[in-house]
């Protein structure tokens, strides 16, 4: 009995064993990409890569202009996984969160500079990425706004 109970307990523990090594491991995508609608943005890779996988293709369309290029163009509001690769290996990884709309106003106060003497402030428009001005027109404001974000393999253009 004792030999039974001993043989069951080995293989018990042996297929348990057997299964954390075969389970898939989670990967967390190494950067996220916030845009709009309509919004393009270019992103310039170190390395030449040969596809794009994206988990679905009515958020964002992924168009390569060369073997080191790519752009994204906002197609409607959603969320998708983009993968490349290069070789058949995963060079780099991105959630890519487009939003129904670019962002919203922050006036600024306090900076010296008006868009409007009787405003008394300066008029920015920011989503999660970043802030530009409303009205590309316009001069950029004097206090410079931006987001900084660390790691990441691209230079965003």
Partial sequence: MRIVAAVVAALMTSSAWAQSKTAPVLSVPEDAISMSVGQAQKLSFPTVFDRVELTTDTVVQAKPLTDRVLTLHGLAAGETLMTVFAGGQELYSATIIVSAEPG???????????????AGHTAVFCNNVGCGRPDKDMPRPSVEVRRITTGGKIDRQ
Avoid: A, F, P
């Avoid at 919203?104 to 009787?118: A, E, I, P, T």
């Fill in 104 to 118: 919203h106003l922050v006036r600024m106060y306090g900076n010296g500079k008006s868009d409007d003497v009787n």
